[in-house]
């Protein structure tokens, strides 16, 4: 592990050139004890990888070994029999994984990513929203990014469904890295799963956002682009996963919206369009069809609440969140200011208040308001 570590620091993130370096010297051990003549003389290091190999000691990995068993993070090497067989596949492998929480077995159940923009539409918002509650309630594994826009409402909706969200990082599982999210994160790492392949207080650069998508892309079975515009940092995913031979699903929109300029494209080039859910269930079904169920996942039914306003016809797969806050809205138009007092943290406001939207309880209105239907 602690040669591992080191390789990783010399070659950086997302290098090309890790099988050849494993099969060149045999193990990561033998780079780090080969010398500065054989590495040279291996024609494999550039000027840059060899400045560091010189540089970076053993204590550097075991300082990050020791700041991860204090943070309870685990590390998973590529010579781990834990390592996901599927990054194996790719030309880049990573080194290490950094993992807080559960880590799932890729191989065990279908596997979707979900992809969205930073700044999303509220439909796009809603679907990613939905998308990833029904794949969840159906026993599929969701990764997506980690960040705001799409990412964050991906990761809501697996929550929601009392799923176990993933979520792969461009950055160290300790570095503060959109501090809007944190409070997200934190509940990641509790009920699912925090992923990097950085050490974990690095922080990102440019280029951390193309490395993090080839890991999100590799894992999964298929991807789902909910909106790309163009350029995208969406379509990278989305190229990763068609050259990796993975299924890529695409919601189709307007062309005449900028945000879907470039999902058009994308189904226009072979792309599935996703225009209803089950279009991905049917892909899957007969791989995985004893741990896909598709029933519980458009499960609704009525439910009465036991509270002194008695709400008819509220479907049971809304959570015990949205069902305090419609219960408790006493005006026909609100704010989310007025929704403060109740108690209700901001991440689960923000995901009871899209379950609403959703289910067509409230609507939303210019201005941040909305009203109930």
């Known amino acids: 592990m602690e040669y591992e570590i080191w390789l990783q620091a010399v070659l950086l993130e997302g290098s090309n050139k890790v099988i050849r370096v494993l099969k060149y010297f045999g193990s990561a051990e033998k780079v780090y004890k080969a010398g500065k003549a054989a590495l040279e003389s291996s024609a494999i290091f550039s000027p840059a990888e060899l400045e560091r190999a010189a540089k970076i000691t053993i204590k550097y990995s075991k300082d990050i070994i020791k700041t991860c068993r204090k943070n309870k993070i685990d590390i998973i090497t590529i010579s781990s029999s834990r390592y996901p067989k599927s990054l194996w596949n790719i030309e ?57 826009g799409g990412d964050r409402a991906a990761h809501l909706g697996v929550l929601k469904a009392e799923g176990k969200p993933i979520s792969i ?35 990102v650069n ?38 990796y031979g993975k299924d890529l699903f695409v919601i189709p929109g307007n062309p005449t919206y900028p945000q879907y300029k470039g999902s058009n494209k994308l189904i226009r080039d072979g792309a599935k369009p996703l225009l209803d859910v089950f279009d991905i269930f049917n892909e899957y079904i007969g791989t995985f069809g004893d741990r896909i169920d598709t029933e519980k996942a458009m499960q609704k039914t009525e439910v009465k609440e036991k509270t002194k306003k008695i709400i008819k016809n509220l479907p049971l797969t809304l959570s015990k969140e949205a069902k305090m806050l419609y219960n408790q809205l006493d005006k026909q138009k609100f704010s989310a200011d007025d929704l403060l007092s109740l108690g209700i943290s901001d991440d689960l406001l923000i995901s009871a208040i899209t379950e609403l939207e959703m289910e067509r309880l409230i609507k939303s209105l210019p201005g941040g308001f909305y009203e109930k239907i």
Do not use: M
């Open 92 to 148: 880049n492998p990573p080194l290490v994984l950094y993992t807080k929480g559960e880590f799932p077995d890729f191989s065990d159940k279908p596997s979707i990513c979900i992809v969205g923009p930073r700044e999303i539409s509220e439909f796009g918002k809603k679907s990613a929203f939905s998308i990833a509650y029904r794949l969840s309630r159906a026993g599929f594994t969701v990764v997506s990014g980690g960040a705001k």
């Open 169 to 203: 990082l461009p950055c160290g599982i300790l570095n503060p890295y959109l501090l809007e999210n944190e409070k997200l994160r934190q509940t990641i790492a509790k009920t699912g799963c925090l992923l990097s392949e950085c050490p974990p207080e690095k922080g």
């Open 206 to 243: 440019r280029a951390s956002f193309k490395v993090r998508n080839r890991l999100l892309a590799a894992l999964t079975l298929g991807t789902v682009v909910v909106e790309a515009g163009e350029p995208s940092g969406v379509l990278i995913t989305a190229n990763y996963a068609c050259n």
